[in-house]
């Protein structure tokens, strides 16, 4: 059995925005042949802090605390919280960093996709 893919949609960003601690989804809209692009579309975030906390084995790195995911309501149940969580994750993992999960999507993502538990603070 194939699992469905975590992202459906195309033509989304995800931008960082450090001074405002989150993680942003955009849609772009490219224009076709003919036509130009529309104005990209701001579907929602998820807001964090982050922390330098030392682990058991004395390495010192970065726990994102993952507080909420925010999806605008015309965006709301369509898979986009899942698609901004999963490029984040996967884009933190590439940075080695490591998450605390207070976010309840956040928690509940973790739950259903179990790949990603190494993330987790300890």
Excluded: N
Excluded at 23 to 40: I, K, R, V, Y
Excluded at 91 to 119: G, H, K, N, W
């Amino acid at each position: 059995m194939t699992s469905a893919p975590k992202i459906v949609h195309e033509h989304i960003r995800i931008e960082h925005d450090a001074d405002r601690a989150r993680f942003e989804l955009w849609q772009d809209h490219p224009g076709t042949e003919g036509e130009s692009a529309a104005a990209p579309q701001f579907i929602g975030f998820l807001g964090y802090t982050v922390d330098d906390v030392e682990d058991a084995s004395g390495h010192i790195g970065p726990v994102y605390r993952l507080q909420h995911t925010i999806i605008d309501e015309q965006f709301s149940r369509r898979g986009y919280a899942r698609a901004l969580v999963t490029v984040v994750l996967d884009r933190l993992r590439e940075e080695e960093a490591r998450i605390s999960p207070e976010c309840s999507y956040v928690a509940d993502f973790l739950q259903r996709y179990p790949e990603y538990q190494d993330l987790v603070a300890r």
